[in-house]
Nanobody
Framework: QVQLAESGGGSVLPGGSLRLSCAHS????????VAWFRQAPGKERFFVAG????????RITDSVAGRFAVFRERAKNTVHLQMNSLKPDDAGVYFC???????????????WGQGTQVTVSS
């Protein structure tokens, strides 16, 4: 059974930074991918970034490329999402998810965390 737990959300000014963390247990050594999704009020979950746990290979959506980075901390079984130069449009609940394929489709992921709130406002 895979378990995921997000942390690191908060409220920042535009231009600020946050680091989100997703601590996981139960991922297999190969074939499991971890992704970050954002959900704004009244909107669908939106793929932000993700990586393949076994290799560290990453995928980042165009709208955050150059501002966000996703990386793993293997010793702590944690995937981080470093968010810099935050904009109001980046706000929402951020979820981490795990599944067998690194896609942008929420339905492709089998396991989800509870989410962490990110607010970007002046």
């Amino acid at each position: 059974q895979v378990q995921l737990a997000e942390s690191g959300g908060g409220s920042v000014l535009p231009g600020g930074s946050l680091r989100l963390s997703c601590a996981h247990s139960g991922l297999t050594a190969s074939g499991d991918d971890v992704a970050w999704f954002r959900q704004a009020p009244g909107k669908e979950r939106f793929f932000v970034a993700g990586l393949r746990w076994s290799t560290g290979n990453t995928r980042i959506t165009d709208s955050v490329a150059g501002r966000f980075a996703v990386f793993r901390e293997r010793a702590k079984n944690t995937v981080h999402l470093q968010m810099n130069s935050l904009k109001p449009d980046d706000a929402g609940v951020y979820f981490c998810a795990a599944g067998p394929r690194l896609t942008s489709l929420p339905n492709d992921y089998d396991y989800w965390g509870q989410g962490t709130q990110v607010t970007v406002s002046s």
